[in-house]
């Protein structure tokens, strides 16, 4: 069982930056695949990044250059380093764990994107 907290968000004006931590409890967690969603009203949860355990990173072509994901597996944690933020990239931003078999996702953090 693994469960994540994440933290950070906020109201941040367009073009600034903001970083996202998500916490993890429970054992292993350098075995999984750690990333983060999004999901803004109206429309599906998608990807935003996302990090292997080997350090290999993927993102979604809108937020490369902008978005950066890394880990730190002794303090069992994932951030999100937001720059360059836009208007839509307002959503509530989740953490996911992920190996074979399982899945868990943190409660959600806010990101509004407005002046």
């Known amino acids: 069982q693994v469960q994540l907290v994440e933290s950070g968000g906020g109201l941040v004006q367009p073009g600034g930056s903001l970083r996202l931590s998500c916490v993890a409890s429970?054992?292993?967690?350098?075995?999984?695949?750690m990333g983060w969603y999004r999901q803004a009203p109206g429309k599906q949860r998608e990807l935003v990044a996302s990090?292997?355990?080997?350090?290999?990173?993927n993102s979604a072509d809108s937020m490369k250059g902008r978005f950066t994901i890394s880990r730190d597996n002794a303090k069992k944690t994932v951030d999100l380093q937001m720059s360059s933020l836009k208007p839509e990239d307002t959503a509530v931003y989740y953490c996911n764990a992920r190996r074979p078999w399982f899945s868990y996702w943190g409660q959600g953090t806010q990101v509004t994107v407005s002046s």
């Open positions: 429970g054992s292993t967690f350098s075995l999984y695949t």
């Open positions: 990090i292997n355990s080997g350090g290999d990173t």
